[in-house]
């Protein structure tokens, strides 16, 4: 019987173990780089175990639910007091809200005990989705399949994101993120495919201003792919931001407060916030780093970032350019409450759910330039920035839970409340409560 060769013996005999990895790993990047995508069942089972690690970062969002914020002050009191269906008709924050409000529609189903789990687990699937359609054959044209392996374990590992973290009301992002990524891949097969895009893309569209910014880079797409797919996305989506348009025009506008903008504080959001939180996690480097390093890592951030806008391919320079805008409009009017002017509140680490499509354009840039990059001055760096985000990734590993508002104890005086008792429940954060009218029938 032949000697089967020992591959890694024979290429790197007396070099050590560090060849034989690289080797390794050579050649996983070249299996990977010949699929265009995942199979079906390796996307159902990347998809169990992204939901795994998504537990695993806070298990208490799961096993001890409770509302946050806007999931119970507005999605699931609005929904159960005056019935979801007159909800979805309501603004908040200037805008449509329908994905967190068919989420409390939802969990009306379940007793009340039950409802904040089921609006967790419906904020999770929705987290997972932008990592599965990254890594299927449609994003074959973002990047050969083993970047975007890298692409997908950075969205699901990134530090610094804990406020869009399960939580339906900031699961608007993660929509908002696999609306673009739908929108800049190739066309579906089948029924099935083209009905969960239009089903996504009619969602997104009434699901915050997302679709109001995506609608003009996707008509640039499409004059440069000539895809008549792209023209039936572009319609779907031009009816929820048309609306949208409307209803912030003419509707319920957002409450005017003092901006409080200045040059230090926008270096100080992209250095610290961005650039240091996406390295080395959420500790506020924002306001206690010197601005001899703000500066230099906010130019880190839109030299990478420009560099890939003048480099890349074109799915990933709209993917940029869609970042930068969306952080444009949400510094020019920020939904953030408090005493002080907002953008000092942005600098404090109040409104980290706008520096989490940054944060994943400065890494998705960097990996790109770190493999890609034809100039050395800027793949160094980039696989620098790379090995340094291990920092934060370790350090936000695990989430801290919420403080335990003992929603059980409310929700069994709800339930034993006799009709029309009005019922006042403390939820998490602290200061923020729901008041729900009891009905004859509710659990």
Known sequence: MSKIPN?????????????????????VQEALDRRDGLSYSAQLMVFGIILVAIFGRCPSL????????????VWYEQAYNFGWVRSLLIPQ???????PRLGA??????????APLV???????IQVLPAVILLSERCRTWAPLSTRVLFATVYVALPNAKEVHVVLTNAQWHLALAGVLLAFAAPPKGWTGHSFDLLLFAIGGFTGPFFIVLAPLVLIYWWSRRRSWSLAILAVMSIGAVTQTIVLV??????????????ELFLRMIGGDIVAGSLFGSHGYALRSPMFLIVPAAFCWFAICLYCVRWANLELKLFIVYCAALLAASLRSPYIAGPKPVWELLVGQTGARYWFLPMLAFAWSS???????????????????????????VVDCRYRPFQDEHFLQYARYFQD???????????????????????????
């Open 250 to 263: 003419f509707g319920a506008l957002r409450v005017k407060r003092v901006l409080g903008a200045n040059l």
């Open 105 to 114: 529609g939802l969990a009306l189903l379940a007793p009340l005990r039950h």
């Open 119 to 125: 609006m967790a687990l419906i904020g999770a699937l």
């Open 417 to 443: 409340a006799p009709p029309e008792t009005h019922v006042t429940i403390p939820i998490v954060p602290d200061g923020w409560k729901m008041e729900l009218v009891k009905r004859g029938n509710s659990r």
């Open 7 to 27: 591959v890694w013996a024979d290429q790197d005999r007396g070099r050590g173990a560090f060849p034989s990895l690289r080797i390794y790993i050579r050649k």
């Open 367 to 393: 990996i790109w330039c770190a493999r890609y990059a034809a100039n050395r001055l800027v793949s160094i760096p980039s696989t620098v920035f790379l090995l340094l985000m291990i920092i934060g990734i």
């Open 93 to 99: 924050a200037g805008y449509l809200q329908t994905l």
């Open 62 to 73: 799961f096993i001890h639910a409770q509302f946050y914020a806007e999931d119970g002050t």
